[in-house]
């Protein structure tokens, strides 16, 4: 089965910026939508950004202009580049498929946004 494992996520300041990768073990990426989703204590899971196959991309509200994935089809990896984080931004964060994730999920990345 594919296997998606996220990294990059760690302590950052209000402001400040990081990086996730999420390497996909199959050649999915530049085949299926891929998307990144956060889990924040107590909320329910939602996605944040999708990008097709063709590189088209979708933002939600809250991370438009702020966040930017992309991808590299010959690694099997996406990317989201986290600009300008806020501490509602504080989430474990995991890629999986759009918009029907695999019944499974990797372990996720922990984003802390805090002074």
């Known amino acids: 089965q594919v296997q998606l494992v996220e990294s990059g996520g760690g302590l950052v300041q209000p402001g400040g910026s990081l990086r996730l990768s999420c390497a996909a073990s199959?050649?999915?990426?530049?085949?299926?939508?891929m998307g990144w989703y956060r889990q924040a204590p107590g909320k329910q899971r939602e996605l944040v950004a999708s990008?097709?196959?063709?590189?088209?991309?979708i933002y939600a509200d809250s991370v438009k202009g702020r966040f930017t994935v992309s991808r590299d089809n010959a690694k099997n990896t996406v990317f989201l580049r986290m600009n300008n984080l806020k501490p509602e931004d504080t989430a474990v964060y995991y890629c999986n498929l759009v918009p029907a994730p695999l019944p499974y999920w990797g372990q996720g990345t922990q984003v802390t946004v805090s002074s």
């Open positions: 990008i097709t196959g063709g590189g088209s991309t």
């Open positions: 199959g050649s999915i990426v530049n085949i299926y939508v």
